[in-house]
């Protein structure tokens, strides 16, 4: 077979795959917005079965051969987009390939189950209930960083690169450590100021005009309902690509802040996956380049738009037209306030964009320790709890709260938290690119124009997929690498005249 016959037989592939896992992402997708209780069965084994396809298709050994005979033609080498879509697919393989079935199998099942008992163990606050489990999940994420390590890297490098190609703790620590120092320090400047009245996020408002607000606003964002659905979930999130991507979001009666927040979140990871060019789906050309990435895209339109001033002076009048009655005694300026209060909680997934990463700060260090054996799972309470007392400021009163809160250990995802606070800088380091680029944008959030600011993250961001790495194609986006900076300007510049400070 010719190299050239060998590259298309890889996409020809590659695209079957991705229609595989689309296939099984919509049957999720399902799962979570209409299926029918009583259908959980039946769809495990058809998730299942879908899912041993697609890892029989990423294993074939005639992927091996091809990639190959791809790698060895320097017409592919030299030929941009299929020299990046033949790094994508060896990354892809090699990853499926490092891992013996036995071990995938074990993975699989051990994990499914530490689902079931961290879901009793977290209603009853009860760790000891899932030690046990945690234990053993452990051990297999050190076996299954053993088969993956590349030279250099340590066993929890190796699990992050799954999440942030490139990505590792030292640098990680780097970024991290002066980060933590600031968010510290601002948290507690700002108990010295004024908080806020957040009176408007606690009106009870009916679900259904909420409904029509959100959807208003990521119409407006320039989401294209032709191509994807915006439903609801327990947990709001974003699924499917290119043609057809779905969006969850969540209504409570008394915070309509929460339901926009959160569409704006998933809007935002949508807008990324109608980005991509369509001609190359199926292909890492088509895709994402990676979770950290990807959370940049909801960050930015869910904080640096959503919580600005200009974005208020727009969304006002849509908010009163939609919301009516819940809006008298509120103006824009107040809500801009509202929804920029910072309020240090125990659960992550309710803080404020000052301190979340904190959060974030506590499960990396544990991870850490956990992985390469130096903390013992027995200390998990003890040593998450002084670290909320360090970094947040709060005594962890139980396990629920504390750390049996998040699913993500018991799925098997370690390296994957850290992911969460890249996002936030990316998000932050690319909207003041953007801003240097485009000027004036709270301006042209104040006229309801999204549009710039969407096309500048398709041209910038979004149609390059997987061509260059995340490190790379931040310094081509932002003109520098990864750095705190752009984010703690932009939490400063905001929140400390909000409360008063400055
Ligand atoms: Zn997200």
Redesign the pocket.
Known sequence: MSAAAAYEALLAHAKETTLLASTAALLAWDQEVCMPKGAGDIRAEQLALLARLQHQRATDPRVGEWLAAAEADPYVQQDGDRAANVRGLRRDYDRATKLPAQLVAELAATESKAQQVWAEARSASNFHQFRPWLDRIVVLQQQKADCLKQPGQSRWDALADLYEPGMCAADLRALFAPLRERLVELRQRLTRGKAPDDAFSRIEIDEQKQEAFVRAVVTAMGFDFRRGRIDRSTHPFCTGTGGDVRLTTRFHKDNVLDALGSTM?EGG?GLYEQGLEPQHFGTPLGEAVSLGVH?SQ?RLWENHVGRSEGFWQWCWPIAEQHLGSACAQHSAASVHRAANVVAPGLIRVEADEATYDLHVMVRFELEQDLISGELGVAGVPERWNGLYREYLGLQVPDDRSGCLQDVHWSCGLFGYFPTYTLGNLYAAQIAAAAEKALGGLEALFARGNFATLREWLRRNVHRHGRRHTPAELCKLVTGAPLSSTAFLTHLERKLLPIYGLA
Do not use: K, V, Y
């Open positions: 979140h990871h959370e909801s």
